[in-house]
């Protein structure tokens, strides 16, 4: 399996050096040249695997020729014994025919552990045969920072440093980072907003000079391909449980930067009867707007009680627009720097936005919204949603295009994370599962620092050779 970069200027990469990689030399980001697909009959046939053994079917191909198959195997054996439901992602049924896919039963209860407890494998593997050291940056809105911690704390080989805006995550997310013990474990509260912080953490990528050339820079977030590659398997899983391939599916996705949907569309060009996919938003709604009114406008981000999607870039959106622009490479360049300026209102050729509309239905879901979803779906069964799996739901419940196909709303994250709208929903919080009893009691380690680029970088070159 080879990948290639978006914008068609940097060089074709092995699985291998994706996995080390964040954005390409040409700034875009990298995608599989040939998509893997499964036949109707094939798909039938994983029916009754467990969560692993689906897996490894529907991961091989893309690292296959770089990663050994009884090692990735092994590895997917671990990651999701740590799981805390034995099915690993188990469907919870809201209504009739309508169900929340619970993605948040891993260490850090979100559903990021799906691919960076295996990231943090797969790194390992790759970098003890290398011999190599590196570090890792990545921005993070709340959940990404602490999976990826979780994922990477005993790899030997990494320092990592991640990036979250200063008091805009919750209280039990950032303990989540702040607590974990490690000298190769930093956080950096930026006073800034995720944009910020992802901002710097693609422009170290593009510039990696205060490394010194001594180490690489390796991306966890979604930009990296491993990722994503990741958060398919979840759309197999549970498709599958519901009677797929014989049987059509219809998925709403709580959206900020684009990954998860962007896995569920990869799993319906696999083969997957995916009827329907639904990008759901908070008031951070570029996406939707974008989707409703062939307008591309950045706004200032707001801050909300979904503080996991405050993004106001979707990072991923690139890789779609790479697939309505036929693999155009220059011409995506050049797109992709009119958005990123900022300064415009950019719209697609009619055309393109009608490939987009046939792919994906879109919703954005304010904050009142939100809580009144909360309140309905525990009012009529019992069952406490997370706040960005209520977003996920009401849009689902308003934009549903067919009552007959199952519709599967991604579950995030689990609601204890949330206190303060769960809290305004009305309701308890519940109590932290067992391994984080004490996660409040914790002592916390963290530098705050202004969101300069110079500044981050120095303070980590000044961790990384130092420390
Ligand atoms: C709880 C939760 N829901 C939804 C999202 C949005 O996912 P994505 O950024 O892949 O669109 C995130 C963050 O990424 C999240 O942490
Ligand atoms: N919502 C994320 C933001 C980063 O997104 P990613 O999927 O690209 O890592 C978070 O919670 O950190």
Redesign the pocket.
Known sequence: MKYISTRGNAPELTFEEVLLTGLAADGGLYVPKEVPTFSAEEIASWRDLPYTELAHKVLYPFVEGCVDSAALKTMLDEVYSGFGHKAVAPLQQIDHNEYVLELFQGPTL???DFALQLLGRLLDYVLERRHEKVVIMGAT????GSAAIEGTKACRNVDIFILHPHGKVSDVQRRQMTTVVGDNIHNIAIEGNFDDAQDMVKASFGDQSFLRGERKLVAVN?INWARIMA?IVYYFYSALNLGAPERAVAYS???????????GYMAKKMGLPIEQLIIATNSNDVLHRFMSKNQYEVRPLKHTI?P??D?AV?S?FERLLFDLYDHDGPALAELMARMNAKQDIVTLDEDKLAKARELFDSQAVDENETIATMQQVYDETGYLL?P??AVGVKAARDCRRNQQIPMIT?G??HPV?FEEAVKRAGFDVPALPHHLADLMEREEKLDVLPAELATVQGFIAEKTFHD
Do not use: C, E
């Open positions: 979100a559903f990021k809105s709340g959940d990404t979604s958060q996705v709580p959206t900020g930067n684009f990954g998860d949907i962007f896995a979904t996991s999607m993004i979707s991923n997370d960005h799996t991604l995030t994250a994370k």
